[in-house]
């Protein structure tokens, strides 16, 4: 079985940073593609990031392109989200996602077999 915990999230102005974290339990971490999606309140979840298991591969939203940074520590189980720059448009809940067939190319929320519980973001104009 497959946990994802996320940690990090919290209240900020526009024009801040924040690093949320996705604790993964599971002995395969290293060979999960693993990604990070949003949803805003009224709004569907969309993509945000994702990264190959191999960290070579990196792939983001145009929304959030050169601000967000999506990095893995495959010794600790770990995909962190560097968030900087944030909006107001940026405020929702943030998911941690694995796909245990690595397909981080794959922008789709289907493609993800496990799921985090979510951490708010909100940003404050």
């Known amino acids: 079985q497959v946990q994802l915990v996320e940690s990090g999230g919290g209240l900020v102005q526009a024009g801040d940073s924040l690093r949320l974290s996705c604790a993964v339990s599971?002995?395969?971490?290293?060979?999960?593609?693993m990604g990070w999606f949003r949803q805003a309140p009224g709004k569907e979840r969309e993509f945000v990031t994702a990264?190959?298991?191999?960290?070579?591969?990196?792939y983001y939203a145009d929304s959030v392109k050169g601000r967000f940074t999506i990095s893995r520590d495959n010794a600790k189980n770990r995909v962190y989200l560097q968030m900087n720059s944030l909006k107001p448009e940026d405020t929702a809940v943030y998911y941690c996602?694995?796909?245990?067939?690595?397909?981080?190319?794959?922008?789709?929320?289907?493609?993800?077999?496990?799921w985090g519980q979510g951490t708010q973001v909100t940003v404050s104009s």
């Open positions: 990264i190959s298991w191999s960290d070579s591969n990196t």
């Open positions: 599971g002995r395969t971490f290293s060979s999960y593609a």
């Open positions: 996602a694995a796909d245990s067939r690595g397909r981080a190319w794959s922008r789709s929320s289907m493609v993800y077999d496990y």
